[in-house]
Structures are given as structure tokens and as C-alpha cells.
């Protein structure tokens, strides 16, 4: 590995918790000559000292954008909007490769500035596979809301706890009536963590993967009482919800989980709502009669910051450890180079300066 300096940013989204790098694995970036920097954070899960104590230089909140031109802003979700030039290399999820809101915005902003995106959703081996994922987590809170909510014990807003604590709420109460429950994409890492959630909450859900969706039956998914939905389409499928299913009289689905979350993308496959819900308001009815609830959260794993972040920062660790030219993220890179040509951003800058990751 080539000397790297990593610089490991504050996230603006206020309920933002989680962070790609905990202390322990921050001690071995330092351990193997990696220069890594902090900013400060009044909402990340791990307090700066850990990191301090570790070896990792600190620096305020939001001081990446005056960083060395060489460090590697590392991150999760959304960048500010501003700068409108973006300088750097960044890790994070950009969200920006499928035509989703905002999305040719932030790849001009790395054109404009000579910066690039090594997207961490397409951080992936030479089999296609993810090699660092929030998928397990996101899967498993998003079925947890889904229970809570169809049984009427979901509490808003919503704020961060353990898995033990989650776990106790989700036992059936006295009085719990029974309730079906659907997972689509229940084979993959978001499908595992729902089915996990259900089995903590007494409910033995009905599996669909690949082979149920290529010839979906509509109806038996609307004779569920609760959809949890972990797909995540990469080329375009028939949607698996429509509005017309929404108004149809013998629908039982009452309550729909959205852990995926891929709304004004093309690829959506539950084209029936166009926003996120949010922690302060995390259901919304899509119908009255008969109702149908929607949640929508597009980081559920932050409700669960300590234990998302360990698994997800154990698995980035040998990646980072092994930044460099080639594989996984000469694959990122190569894909950016590809998105932004197709939107015709010149990339020339991002050729001549950042060529050697």
C-alpha cells in the first residue's frame, strides 16, 4: 500500500450515528502507517477521545474540505452542499450511479473540482460481491419497525438503542394478535437480518427470493399483513407493488417496509411512494381504506450505531489496508470515470491527478 492519509469526516445528517472505521480498527490503520485523521462529532457513536487515544489526529467537524489534497475523505452518507468544487478522493455512499435525485449534481461537483467517488455500494470483489455492507442491520431494523408498527407499539421519534434492548420489544405481548408476514429478497445479507427480526418477534415470515420475483404472484403478496422489502434491483424488473394493488379491494397488506429505500430511482421496485420517512415521522399512510403504512427509512442501520458500525468497519479494514491502484477500488474508480462520461462531465482532471488509486 502506497503512504495513505485517511480523513475520517463528521457526517452532517444530524440522526447519523454510525461510522465507517471504529477505534479498535482505527489502532490498526495507525499500526500500519496509515496517517488518519479525525473530526470531531457531537452525534458519532464513538467519542473523539477513543480515536485520540489510538493515535488518530483530531480536527474539527467539517474541516475535510481544507484538508491536504492528497488525504482521502472517508464517509457515509451525504456530503453538504458546499463546496460546489470537489478537490479530494471520497469514500462514502453516493448514491449518484442510478440516476437518483441529486445524483448528476454530485458527480459534477467531483468534475468541477477534480475529486472522485469510490463509491462503497460498489466496492465489490472480482465476483461482484460486497466487501463492506450495512445490509444485515438494515434488514433486520427494517423489519422491526414493521412488527412494532403493525402491532401498534411503535414510538416516534425514533432513537438509537442496542440489539438487546430491540430485541426485548419485539417479543410478543399478551393480547398480540397473529399476523403474516412477507420477506422479499430474503436470501441476501438485508433478507438474513428481517428474518432475524421476525424470529426474535415470534413470526415465522414467508421467504421469496429470485425465483418467487421472476414470476411474481401478486396476490398471494397482498394476502400478507406485512411486506418487508430487501431488494435491490440493478437492471429493471417488473415493480413488485403498483398503485392499482394499493386500491385493490381484497388487500390484506396493511403495513410495508421499504429497507431498500431506492425511491426516484427507475430501478425502484415499489414505485407507490416518492419520499423517505424520517425519525421523527417514520410511517406514512399511503391508503385509508383499507390502511396501508409505509415505512421508509434510508439509514435504519444508525438506530443501531455501536453494533452496524463494528461489523461494517470490521470488514472495510483490509480494504483500506490495501488502498491502492488496483482491484476493488480501481473497479470504483473506473466505474465513476464510466458514470461521469455518460453524462458527459470532464473528467480530465480526475485522469491526470487522481490516476494513481
Known amino acids: 500500500m502506497t503512504e495513505l492519509h485517511l480523513w475520517l469526516r463528521h457526517e452532517a445528517r444530524t440522526t447519523e450515528r454510525r461510522t465507517p472505521v471504529v477505534p479498535s480498527d482505527a489502532r490498526r490503520l495507525v499500526e500500519n502507517g496509515v496517517t488518519l485523521t479525525v473530526e470531531e462529532s457531537p452525534q458519532r457513536i464513538f467519542p473523539i477521545e477513543e480515536y485520540e487515544a489510538v493515535g488518530a489526529r483530531v480536527a474539527p467537524a467539517g474541516s475535510w474540505v481544507s484538508a491536504p489534497r492528497d488525504a482521502v475523505i472517508l464517509g457515509l452518507k451525504e456530503l453538504p452542499d458546499k463546496p460546489a468544487e ?3 478522493r471520497h469514500i462514502f455512499f453516493g448514491h449518484a450511479y442510478k440516476g437518483q435525485p441529486g445524483a448528476s449534481d454530485l ?3 467531483f468534475g468541477a473540482g477534480g475529486g472522485a467517488l469510490l463509491d462503497l455500494e460498489y466496492l465489490v470483489d472480482d465476483d461482484g460481491r460486497r466487501l463492506a455492507a450495512f445490509g444485515f442491520w438494515a434488514g433486520y431494523l427494517g423489519a ?7 402491532r401498534g407499539r411503535l414510538v416516534a421519534p425514533l432513537t438509537p438503542t442496542s440489539k438487546e434492548e430491540l430485541d426485548k420489544t419485539l417479543q410478543p405481548a399478551p393480547g398480540d394478535a397473529e399476523f403474516s408476514a412477507l420477506v422479499i429478497g430474503a436470501l441476501g445479507r ?12 415470534g413470526v415465522e415470515p414467508t421467504c421469496w427470493d429470485l425465483a418467487e420475483t421472476q414470476n411474481l404472484d401478486r396476490p398471494a403478496l397482498l394476502a400478507h399483513d406485512v411486506l418487508v422489502n430487501c431488494v435491490l434491483a ?6 413488485f407493488l403498483r398503485a392499482e394493488d394499493l386500491d385493490d379491494p381484497a388487500r390484506l397488506l396493511r403495513t410495508v417496509s421499504d429497507v431498500t429505500c431506492d425511491v426516484g430511482s427507475p430501478l425502484n421496485v415499489l414505485p407507490v411512494y416518492d419520499r423517505t420517512t424520517e425519525w421523527d415521522d417514520p410511517v406514512r399512510q399511503l ?10 427509512i434510508d439509514n435504519l442501520p444508525s438506530l443501531l ?16 489496508l490495501d488502498f491502492g491502484t488496483g482491484g476493488a477500488w480501481g473497479r470504483c474508480l473506473d466505474l465513476f470515470r464510466t458514470k461521469c462520461r455518460e453524462l458527459g462531465i470532464d473528467i480530465t482532471a480526475v485522469e491526470g ?4 488509486v
Not at 391508503?287 to 421508509?296: C, H, N, S, T, V
Open 353 to 356: 491527478e487522481l490516476g494513481h
Open 86 to 88: 470537489l478537490t479530494h
Open 107 to 109: 458527480l459534477r461537483r
Open 190 to 201: 438485508s433478507g438474513r437480518g428481517a428474518r432475524v427480526a421476525f424470529s426474535a418477534a
Open 234 to 239: 440493478t437492471t429493471p424488473v417488473p415493480p
Open 305 to 320: 450505531p455501536r453494533e452496524s458500525s463494528t461489523d461494517f468497519s470490521a470488514a472495510l479494514l483490509p480494504q483500506l
Open 144 to 150: 422491526a419497525l414493521a412488527v412494532l408498527q403493525h
Open 287 to 296: 391508503r385509508e381504506r383499507p390502511p396501508l403504512d409505509l415505512i421508509a
